[in-house]
């Protein structure tokens, strides 16, 4: 594979990258199977007080699954990148960011960073739109190499 001859330039700041149309499927999905478990619990005449709060329990329990899953997102700003993945939250320095990674077959982007570990960064993801993600992984890399390390102007 040939390398592009010019790097792309780097979006404006602050940006978020995310999987939207993943998100956009998790939180309809949620919102209706929420809607679905409530009215079968109202609905069902047989039922104690009891059981449909548990019906009603589930489906708060299911929705706020698909709800985390929709949470990863990236956000690149003036200072550095916030990764927010599913349970977790982590700021960094620009500098901290030797490497953007998306190989093919991987999940998500990986970070390489200085401290020697790699960071997943699940808010970029080719699952369900590729091309987003790989356009949102060079945008990314283009930001990283522009205002980290690597960069030949700082």
């Given at each position: 594979m040939t390398e592009p001859a010019a790097q792309p330039?780097?979006?404006?700041?602050?940006?978020?990258?995310?999987?939207?149309?993943?998100r956009a499927v998790l939180l309809?999905?949620?919102l209706a199977m929420f809607a679905t478990i409530t009215a079968v619990a109202f609905l069902l005449e047989t039922l104690s007080a009891g059981e449909r709060i548990s019906f009603v329990f589930?489906?708060?329990?299911?929705?706020?699954?698909?709800v985390l899953l929709s949470?990863?997102?990236?956000?690149?700003?003036?200072?550095?990148?916030?990764?927010?993945?599913?349970?977790?939250t982590r700021r960094l320095e620009w500098a901290q960011?030797?490497?953007v990674n998306l190989?093919?077959?991987?999940?998500?982007?990986?970070?390489?960073?200085?401290?020697?570990?790699?960071?997943?960064?699940?808010g970029i993801q080719p699952g369900v739109a590729?091309?987003?993600?790989?356009?949102?992984?060079?945008?990314?890399?283009a930001l990283a190499e522009a205002r980290g390390t690597g960069a030949t102007d700082h």
């Open positions: 330039a780097p979006p404006a700041l602050p940006v978020t990258f995310r999987p939207t149309r993943t309809s999905v949620g589930t489906a708060v329990l299911l929705t706020s699954v698909l949470r990863p997102k990236v956000v690149a700003d003036e200072d550095g990148v916030t990764v927010v993945n599913l349970t977790s960011i030797l490497r190989r093919p077959g991987d999940p998500w982007v990986f970070l390489d960073l200085s401290d020697g570990t790699s960071l997943p960064a699940l590729r091309a987003q993600a790989v356009g949102d992984a060079r945008a990314l890399r």
